[in-house]
């Protein structure tokens, strides 16, 4: 019985499992086009489009150097994908891709761009790009340079480092492109945010925060220039686990180190000011009922953010909600006023006596001073600064009563008020002090709790009586209140 095939059965079972190869080994030799990236993947690459530093603050292994890695790949090559909204060069990029040593260079950022030792081209470059690699001295399977073909037909040029060696190997160079893999020490991120001054060029950060507040975290979470922008990625951000996973990873790291490597959130020295949890601090927000007291709380800056926030009461629970928060640099007494007046021209507002609490650099006169211009602007600053009922005014009195009140569910604060948590996450001690920095909105909300005796109901305006006023002419003839 003849086969109506062409070609024995046994022949076209060889022949699909030769094709099969060899689509296996073209996705393989070009994983580029197959790069989707998880949704915070996509908001760190989309940051591009506008920031000059950018900075992926992730927990650990959740594809923060996947994601670093497919990017430069785009950039080296010139092709991006349909759905890219980032930076886009038109142009051959030279760049550095850095690990703190050469070896971790070579086993994350190298396998990452290029693939396995001996599988040049599997990695996010592909093959069809890839012109030729130059090796690292004294590092087995170590690579010093890639050279990529640009879809301009020109060559890109990627050069790998490490921050072992020091500041003065990355100066003189003039780059497009660094990305750093894992923190780098404060003196090597600026030589290489230097080195892309000239071309306008771009740096990326991909690390988990396991070094706690450094100078680099400080920059990006607090300093806040305008060029900066920050993505942060938990564990719950990462696709590929699913919940049962990500609780048995969770459950493995010891409590001091579970934010870091599961939510990247930085390892603060010795602890959290408030140790807890936002959900135990954070409510929906709600219309504040008319019988509640309500006033304000303000801390001076000028170089740090002059910050306020607006706080209810309910007496009865003896619970206090922070419903309202504005912070801002370099904002003068007028625009700020102009700001948080809207709040309400009748809520007392409560003030720092010294800067040494607020973390500024005024004194108890220049504290006067400013309460007087902050009232000629029409905020109803209260007579004296804030002090308990006893007249002391401790920085740690006003923390514990804040710590005490979260605890036990007695201090709130709506949850779309993301700079305080912001502050709340960060707030922290070292060598058993705290620590003065982006406490703003922290300080504010102390200074209003101390002076809560003093808040007040909403005043509903008075209906006016014709009688109170007399007879009058109207225009329907009825009276002039009309």
């Keep these: 019985m003849s086969s109506s095939l062409p070609f024995e059965p046994s022949k076209a079972s060889w022949l699909l499992e030769l094709l099969r190869k060899e689509q296996t080994r073209r ?38 150097t996947w994601a670093a890695g497919f990017e430069l790949a785009m950039h080296a090559t010139g092709v991006y994908p349909g759905w890219w909204q980032g930076r886009r060069w038109t142009r051959p990029i030279v760049g550095w891709a850095a690990g703190v040593t050469g070896e971790s260079t070579r086993d994350n950022p190298q396998r990452i761009l290029l693939g396995r030792p001996g599988q040049w081209g ?34 890109s040029t990627i050069q790998l480092k490490s921050y072992e060696k020091g500041r003065e190997k990355w100066q003189g160079e003039t780059l497009d492109f ?31 925060p396991l070094l706690g507040m450094t100078e680099v975290v400080r920059r990006f979470l607090l300093e806040k220039p305008p060029d900066c922008q920050v993505t942060s990625m938990t564990i719950h951000d990462a696709e590929h686990y699913t919940d049962e996973q990500r609780a048995a990873i969770i459950a493995t790291y010891p409590e001091h180190e579970r934010k870091a490597r599961t939510q990247g959130i930085p390892q603060l020295g010795s602890g959290r000011v408030f ?44 619970c206090l909600y922070v419903c309202a928060a504005h912070r801002a640099k370099a904002q003068t007494p007028m625009m700020f006023t102009a700001a948080t ?14 800067g040494k609490q607020s973390g500024g650099k005024f004194n108890a006169q220049d504290q006067q001073q400013l309460q007087a211009i902050y009232k000629k602007h029409g905020l109803a600053m ?15 009195a006003g923390i514990t009563e804040m710590y005490e009140r979260m605890e036990t569910g007695r201090l709130k604060v709506f949850a779309h008020l ?18 003065k920095l982006n406490d703003d909105l922290i300080s504010a909300t102390r200074y209003a709790i101390m002076m809560r005796r003093y808040f007040v109901t909403q005043k509903k305006p008075k209906k006016v009586r014709e009688e109170e006023y007399g007879p009058g002419p109207r225009a329907d003839g009825l009276g002039w209140l009309a």
């Design 382 to 396: 209260l007579f004296q600064h804030a002090q308990f009922e006893d007249g002391t005014n401790g920085v740690e």
């Design 341 to 354: 007046l809207p709040w309400g021209a009748w809520l007392p507002w409560a003030w720092p006596h010294d």
């Design 178 to 208: 660094v990305w750093f893999d894992e923190e780098p020490p404060a003196d090597i991120y600026m030589e290489g945010l230097t080195r892309t001054n000239a071309t306008g060029g771009m740096t990326l950060i991909t690390f988990t």
């Design 122 to 155: 599997t990695g996010a470059i592909p093959k069809a790009h890839l012109i030729d690699t130059s090796s690292a001295r004294g590092l087995a399977d170590a690579v010093d340079t890639i050279r990529v073909r640009h879809v301009s037909g020109e060559t």
């Design 275 to 318: 140790p807890f949890e936002k959900s135990l601090v954070a409510c929906q927000s709600f219309p504040i009922p008319e019988h509640w007291v309500q006033g304000c709380g303000i801390d001076f800056g000028w170089d740090h953010p002059s910050a306020g926030v607006r706080v209810a009461w309910d007496r009865d629970s003896d």
């Design 418 to 435: 993301l700079d305080w948590f912001e502050e709340f996450e960060l707030y922290h001690r070292k060598d058993g002090l705290i620590v």
């Design 27 to 64: 996705a393989s030799e070009n994983r580029l086009i197959e790069y989707r990236p998880y949704a915070k993947q996509r908001e760190f690459h989309d940051a591009g489009a506008h920031h000059r530093q950018r900075l992926l603050m992730a927990a650990n292994q959740v594809g923060k």
